[in-house]
């Protein structure tokens, strides 16, 4: 296998582990392995194209389908859309507070470097 492909295939292999972790099994997703067989080009099937008949009749309109959000109904997404929206708050304001404590702790120790420094050059001139 080529070095390139192996360093691919180690990324995804490690990927997939993590998101097999992260992610539960549910009913619309189904186990996808993780081999290398993938990486082997395979040629395109050949496409029979098969002749229609000309009719003079219209064609019935295509039937549009929504899809389907995995059975949550739509108060259920809001209610996690609230969730997803509060913890984002929280950890904007859990990153905000740390950002504050490092300037403070930043300029504390400026003024006591600043202290010391004066402290040294009076302690030398009374010497």
């Known amino acids: 296998m080529d ?4 360093f691919i295939h180690e990324l995804n292999r490690e990927a997939f582990n993590i998101n097999k972790k ?3 099994e549910t009913q619309t ?3 996808v392995p993780l081999d290398q067989n993938v990486y082997q080009q395979q040629p395109p099937a050949p496409r029979v194209v098969q002749p229609q008949p000309v009719n003079n009749v219209a064609a ?14 739509e108060s259920q997404l ?8 509060s913890m984002e708050k929280k950890i904007d304001r859990f990153f905000n507070l740390i950002e504050k404590r490092v300037v ?13 420094d004066l402290n040294e ?3 030398s001139e009374q010497e």
């Open 121 to 123: 050059n009076t302690n």
């Open 22 to 24: 992260i992610v539960a």
């Open 3 to 6: 070095p390139v492909k192996g």
């Open 78 to 85: 809001n209610q996690f859309l609230d969730k997803m929206s």
């Open 104 to 116: 403070k702790n930043a300029k504390e120790i400026n003024i006591r470097i600043k202290l010391n």
């Open 60 to 73: 019935p309109a295509p039937v549009v389908q929504q899809p389907q959000l995995s059975g949550l109904t």
């Open 29 to 31: 997703m189904r186990k």
